[in-house]
């Protein structure tokens, strides 16, 4: 009987395959829109770093790319995008860093527009007017208060707070007090006042509170307290009077756990579940604004905004008058909308199914012991197999991880280096691209072995693996090449940039301590050869330059950083 209702579920499927390749629309290879270049090339500037750890930069990054895809453009590598990554490391460090980079990166690439997202970008394209001359310039959602700026285009949404308000009182008419949460950030400070001007007009039933120089945990305590009577309004609060930082949405998913009242926003980054919503400012419109830009179009924050709930938490609260034209997350599918002919065609083949089962036990009713039998059997031999084949694809894959980690650091190891050279020159011949790498090596390690013992030299060892991984980019890579010598490969960097940052890790090697017993510490200091790829280089042939650079910095009294197109006769 199961194999019967297993071949009846492959033909079910083999139906509906074949009916869809009947009817689906033909595949047409997307194109650039009518007056736009084909080889148009836009850099855009996004703040907050990776789509992983911030959800207003996934928000953007979803809006830019349905915008492109519902225009069918081929965007190819015309787009260049670059992150601040201001959540991780702080707006000064991120700022100050991104200069040099890119003005090393795109001396010699041809732009057509520069994109800058946010207030960290937009306010370090406004501080460098020198990079990408003669380019046109767009700062969207740049965060300043009735401002234009004199080298491009400004793009501003202002958060409408008489809406953004006023949909509390609509959704939850037994409202009697809001408590409205901010910090002491330029931005909010400038939100929080028009807020007091959209509350303005609901004070005669609704009192209002605010707190902007609350600690998180205060913040938690308060929301904590409240009853079903009182609503919370959360503006993007980052930072406490304390210094303390925190993402925004993180803030609102511990405010949403703590509070037994409902949280409403005005941004739709913090609608997360657990956090009602409102009217906010979409990401993903303003993505769609930037996607526009890229393809040359006229473009403008007029449509940015709109109603955005979290389904399950207004279920929880029994909010209603909903707009109609809210959108509403996180909502269950409806599954006979979306598989009502499936469901339609698998109710018919279960139905024949069951029919032909009938006769055929009908027919063979003194076999059907002997092939229940049967089939109990063949069906535990599947899970036998099953299982240790899923036992064998863990034992690959943790051979796979050993064989290519370093057991001392933790680190990649010579071999997962060596292949990753590889494939990073194939893809930089490709695309174009620079790849700069670094071999380092670690000063005298053998007199530190012969003197304090090797425990020491193996803390040296993890100390020097623990910096090249904290003080790289994400997109870099380290690992431990033999002994006391690692490497560093950096996509999308030249020479001059990767020495750069050699120099950076220089200094911070110098800073080392390692305590070695009786009071004294040993000082760590650490020769580094830079090298970039070449057009033709093999993996091999990027090494030796790079280890021949090496052996000269060692030469010339070592702790020092030499590249390997220096001239042999000039020292650093």
């Not at 980079?101 to 001396?107: F, I, M, Q």
């Amino acid at each position: 009987m199961r194999v019967h209702a297993r071949a009846g579920v492959v033909r079910a499927a083999a139906y509906v395959l074949a009916g869809w390749l009947a009817f689906a629309p033909p595949l047409h290879a997307a194109v650039a829109p009518e007056g736009v270049p084909t080889d148009r090339r836009v850099l855009v500037l996004y703040s907050l770093g990776a789509d992983s750890v911030s959800v207003w930069q996934r928000l953007v990054h979803k809006g830019v790319y349905e915008e492109l895809g519902r225009n069918n453009w081929a965007v190819g590598p015309g787009i260049f995008e670059e992150r601040f990554d201001a959540n991780r490391v702080g707006e000064g460090a991120a700022r100050a860093a991104m200069g040099p980079y890119l003005r090393s990166k795109y001396a010699d690439v041809r732009l057509h527009a520069v994109i800058a997202e946010n207030q960290v970008a937009t306010r370090f394209l406004d501080d460098h007017p020198d990079l990408f001359p003669g380019v046109p310039r767009y700062y969207v959602n740049h965060g300043r208060h009735d401002w234009q700026p004199d080298d491009g285009t400004g793009l501003e949404v202002q958060p409408d707070f008489t809406r953004a308000i006023g949909i509390i009182p609509q959704v939850a008419p037994w409202v009697r007090k809001v408590v409205v949460i901010g910090d002491q950030s330029p931005r909010v400070r400038q939100w929080l006042a028009d807020v007091r001007v959209a509350a303005a007009r609901h004070e005669r039933r609704i009192a209002f509170e605010y707190h902007d120089r609350d600690t998180f945990a205060q913040l938690e305590t308060l929301v904590a307290g409240l009853d079903r009577r009182t609503a919370v309004f959360l503006l993007p609060t980052g930072q406490d009077p304390t210094g303390a930082r925190t993402p925004p949405p993180a803030l609102a998913r511990r405010l949403a756990a703590a509070s037994n009242a409902p949280i409403f926003t005005s941004l739709q980054s913090l609608v997360l579940p657990g956090v009602v919503g409102g009217y906010v400012v979409s990401g993903e419109r303003i993505g769609r604004v930037i996607a526009r830009i890229m393809l040359g179009q006229p473009a403008d924050m007029a449509d940015v905004q709109g109603y955005h709930f979290d389904y399950p938490t207004v279920r929880r609260f029994g909010l209603g008058a909903i707009p109609p034209e809210a959108t509403l997350v996180n909502r269950p599918d409806n599954v006979w909308d979306l598989y009502r002919w499936q469901i339609i065609a698998g109710l018919t083949l279960i139905v024949v199914q069951g029919v032909l089962i009938t006769a055929l036990v009908v027919a063979l009713r003194d076999r059907r012991r002997t092939l229940a039998d049967l089939h109990d059997e063949r069906n535990n031999l599947e899970d036998r197999v099953l299982q240790r084949t899923l036992e064998l694809l863990m034992a690959n894959t943790k051979l796979e991880q050993l064989a290519t980690t370093d057991p001392l650091t933790g680190i990649a190891n010579r071999r997962k280096m060596t292949d990753t050279i590889a494939t990073e020159l194939e893809r930089a011949s490709r695309f174009q691209h620079p790849l700069a790498l670094l071999m380092v090596d670690i000063d005298h390690f053998k007199r530190i072995n012969d003197t304090f013992g090797h425990d020491v030299g193996d803390r040296a060892i993890v100390a020097m693996a623990n910096l090249l991984t904290s003080s790289l980019r994400t997109i870099d890579m380290a690992a431990r090449f033999g002994g006391e010598e690692f490497v560093v490969l950096m996509p999308e960097t030249d020479e001059a940039v990767a020495a750069i940052a050699a120099e950076r890790l220089r200094e911070a090697a110098s800073a080392i301590r390692l305590p070695a017993g009786a009071g004294s510490d040993v000082v760590l200091t650490v020769t580094i050869g830079v090298a970039a790829a070449r057009a033709d280089d093999s993996p091999s042939a990027l090494l030796v330059r790079a280890d021949k650079a090496l052996y000269r910095g060692k030469k010339s009294g070592r702790n020092r950083v030499v590249r390997a197109t220096q001239p042999c006769d000039i020292l650093p």
